[in-house]
């Protein structure tokens, strides 16, 4: 198995490079011997890109001792070395690239391919790859200083960055031990790394690293104490990813090598891994219960390769070894979709006609990290892959209103913090194709551009259930009008609970415009459905005794009234609009709409979205109007019976409230106080912005 699994991995690298080599790679005018992946540019992503290229092709050219793809592999690392601020070459946007905070990542993750390559170096090669590695350490030895900070706010949350550019220290030291800088690049670079994967405890911690306490090089803390991440502004998971996985190219480069590891490696990685290891389904596709900015299914998830090698060959965890097994299956997939070669080419269209910069940025991340699966098998055995799929979760993190609830059969989570806002998310344990993080389940207010800010939030855990009230403020952070400010444009108040049956969520949601403004669409519970490759283009919803299906990406946007209050989609996943919505609708566009927070052009992912009526386009709303005020159940595998008597409960102090039977047969209530003051409800007190979720004990509801 494991030997057909590397067969399959090497034929998809070398139908990639002939995709890469027929469409993207360019030769330099007037140096016939030069070639560049993508555009070539100076800019940090381009110049990565090109050396993600230059590994897949040295490793997939030693590995078919094919001398004309290794070639290629010198002519594109020859334009990254001489296009460097120590070459002799502008690049093609004219300016020469390097000494800057990411400039050395290329480098870090083309490590294992510049490894194969190194016994075809010319002496010119050896000198100017020997010159483009002091003058980064130069830089991040006297010039760029370490910094670390739990909020992305401070500008210094720098965990990857401190992992990548400490690594870069520890292995120009160990390959030229004879530079006069070297022992001071080993100091450096432990302090980047012992300020990576940082945590608050660190500042008291005697334990010791190159012979001093840990307390003596921390710098600040970059996880929270649960160890989520703030990167980016939200609770990133991706990020957390990427940390993991430049540990793993420093990890497995120092064995290749045959040199030592240096200790400040594997400060928290098991810490780290034991919390990532609860963000991935059984299939190994990424479970960010907080969002994503980026294109779907791309950057974030490439690199959870070689982070799950990280946990096979470090760790030893049975888990990665099956989780890595599960995910090569997803990425050979979606390039089985595409009948050129290219990985992303079908699903990514928008992007590859709009940003060639973008695109090839994103298509060179699934060869990189196929190559260092061939490359890495050298040096690693595995053990043998988790039989069973991942165990049960229960996780909560207080700094980003975050919850995780997950069994073998279903997954329940909420993240206040979110990409685009708050997040939640209901569906069965085996089939991520049903998710989609972008505000999901919590009313879509269509604006240009959003801005969230954070307003009150308090919550609670239980044995399998958690409950959480909150409140945010959207902002138009970038109208159309020249001139016209950021004002806030509505407030949204939640609850949110996760009942102890173990497969079912409820929600309450009231949101009020805050100023006079216009909104594209208004779409109440806003449940999102991907309908991609990843399942056949293909859903299907039941509404009652009518069932419908749907084929992706029709020549037309359509919206279909399915009547009813209650939906169940895959026969899985079982959606009921309690209050608020008198039927759901299912919204189809008509092109793919996952888009990039930074860049709302480009759209990675189709959805359809199950909601209420979502009235006229680009309608106008006085200050006051009430756009949703709703109470929704989920649940995974719910019997016929589910939500039949559910109720909604409301008063006009702003108490709002849902009764129901969970699959379980006990009835719950969750009371949620959206008032600015103390308010009662069914004889409970509750202060403002304070929900509490009950059960029916002997007749009489009590608090969980």
């Known amino acids: 198995m494991e030997d057909e699994r590397q067969n399959r991995c090497r034929a998809a690298l070398k139908r990639w490079l002939k995709f890469a080599s027929d469409n993207l790679l360019r030769h330099v005018s007037g140096h016939p011997e030069l070639a560049y992946y993508g555009t070539g540019e100076s800019a940090h992503w381009a110049v990565q890109s090109n050396m993600n290229v230059v590994a897949a092709l040295a490793v997939a050219g030693v590995e078919e001792a094919d001398p004309a793809m290794v070639e290629r592999a010198l002519s594109l690392f020859r334009y990254a070395m001489r296009t460097h601020v120590t070459g002799d070459?502008?690049?093609?946007?004219?300016?020469?690239?390097?000494?800057?905070?990411?400039?050395?990542?290329?480098?870090?993750?083309?490590?294992?391919?510049?490894n194969a390559l190194e016994p075809y170096f010319t002496a010119e090669d050896r000198e100017r790859y020997r010159a483009f590695r002091f003058s980064e350490a130069d830089f991040l030895l006297r010039e760029y200083p370490v910094k670390a900070n739990m909020l992305n706010s401070s500008g210094e949350n720098r965990p990857e960055s401190n992992i990548w550019n400490g690594g870069f220290l520890w292995r120009a030291a160990l390959d030229y031990p004879?530079?006069?800088?070297?022992?001071?690049?080993?100091?450096?670079?432990?302090?980047?790394?012992?300020?990576?994967?940082?945590?608050?405890?660190?500042?008291?911690?005697?334990?010791?690293?190159?012979?001093?306490p840990l307390r003596e090089w921390h710098v600040g803390f970059n996880f929270t104490p649960n160890y989520s991440l703030d990167h980016h502004g939200y609770m990133n998971v991706g990020y957390s990813i990427i940390c993991l996985s430049n540990l793993a190219m420093l990890y497995f480069n120092f064995r290749e090598r045959g040199q030592r590891l240096p200790e400040a490696l594997s400060l928290h990685v098991d810490d780290l891994w034991r919390t990532v290891k609860n963000?991935?389904?059984?299939?190994?596709?990424l479970l960010r219960i907080g969002g994503d900015t980026r294109a779907r299914y791309t950057y974030c998830q490439c690199y959870a390769l070689p982070a799950l090698?990280?946990?096979?060959?470090?760790?030893?965890?049975?888990?990665?070894?099956?989780?890595?097994?599960?995910?090569?299956?997803l990425l050979l997939r979606e390039q089985a979709c595409n009948c050129d070669g290219s990985f992303y080419g079908e699903r990514l269209r928008g992007i590859r006609e709009q940003s060639t910069y973008y695109y090839t940025r994103l298509e060179s991340d699934p060869a990189l990290v196929l190559s260092q699966e061939l490359r890495w098998r050298r040096f690693a055995a595995l053990p043998?892959?988790?039989?069973?799929p991942l165990p049960e979760c229960l996780w909560s993190d207080p700094f980003h209103g975050a919850y995780l609830r997950k069994n073998r059969r279903a997954v329940r989570s909420f993240v206040q913090r979110g990409a685009a806002g708050p997040v939640a998310l209901c569906l069965p344990a085996d089939r991520s194709d049903l998710a989609e993080w972008e505000g999901n389940l919590f009313c879509r207010?269509?604006?240009?551009?959003?801005e969230v800010r954070q307003g009150r939030s308090s919550g609670r855990v239980g044995a399998d259930c958690f409950v959480h009230c909150g409140s945010v403020t959207y902002v138009e952070s970038q109208p159309y009008g020249e001139g016209e400010g950021h004002y806030p444009v509505a407030e949204s108040r939640f609850a949110v609970a996760a009942l102890p049956d173990g497969r079912s969520m409820l929600l309450l949601e009231?949101?009020?415009?805050?100023?006079?403004?216009?909104?594209?669409?208004?779409?109440?519970?806003?449940?999102?459905?991907?309908?991609?490759?990843?399942?056949?283009?293909?859903?299907?919803?039941?509404?009652?005794?009518?069932?419908?299906?749907?084929?992706?990406?029709?020549?037309?946007?359509?919206?279909?009234?399915?009547?009813?209050?209650?939906?169940?989609?895959?026969?899985?996943?079982?959606?009921?609009?309690?209050?608020?919505?008198?039927?759901?609708?299912?919204?189809?566009?008509?092109?793919?709409e996952a888009a990039l927070l930074h860049a709302p052009a480009l759209k990675?992912?189709?959805?359809?979205?199950?909601?209420?009526?979502?009235?006229?386009?680009?309608r106008r709303y006085p200050a006051g109007t009430v756009l949703a005020d709703t109470a929704t159940a989920l649940a995974v595998d719910a019997p016929e019976t589910f939500a039949a008597a559910g109720e909604f409960l409301s008063t006009a102090d702003g108490v709002r409230g849902v009764r129901i039977r969970g699959v379980d047969g006990v009835q719950y209530r969750l009371l949620a106080n959206f008032g600015d003051g103390e308010a009662e409800a069914s004889g409970v007190l509750l202060a403002a912005g304070e929900a509490v979720l009950q059960q029916e004990v002997q007749g009489e509801f009590e608090t969980i």
């Open 89 to 114: 070459l502008a690049a093609t946007d004219g300016a020469q690239w390097g000494r800057h905070w990411i400039s050395v990542l290329g480098a870090e993750r083309m490590t294992h391919g510049a």
């Open 178 to 212: 004879d530079a006069p800088d070297a022992a001071l690049w080993r100091e450096k670079g432990t302090r980047f790394l012992l300020n990576g994967i940082s945590h608050a405890l660190d500042a008291a911690s005697e334990q010791r690293f190159d012979g001093r």
């Open 279 to 285: 963000f991935f389904f059984d299939d190994g596709r």
């Open 309 to 329: 090698w990280l946990a096979a060959g470090f760790l030893r965890d049975a888990d990665a070894v099956r989780l890595r097994a599960r995910y090569l299956e």
């Open 384 to 388: 043998e892959p988790a039989a069973e």
């Open 445 to 450: 207010i269509g604006l240009h551009r959003c």
């Open 510 to 592: 009231r949101v009020v415009v805050l100023k006079e403004s216009t909104f594209d669409r208004v779409i109440p519970v806003n449940l999102q459905i991907p309908n991609d490759l990843y399942n056949g283009f293909r859903r299907s919803y039941r509404a009652e005794r009518e069932c419908r299906e749907t084929a992706a990406l029709p020549d037309a946007a359509e919206t279909i009234d399915t009547g009813c209050r209650k939906l169940t989609i895959e026969g899985r996943l079982t959606v009921a609009a309690l209050g608020g919505v008198e039927s759901l609708w299912i919204f189809r566009p008509a092109e793919r």
């Open 604 to 618: 990675s992912l189709y959805i359809e979205t199950v909601g209420g009526d979502a009235g006229a386009p680009f």
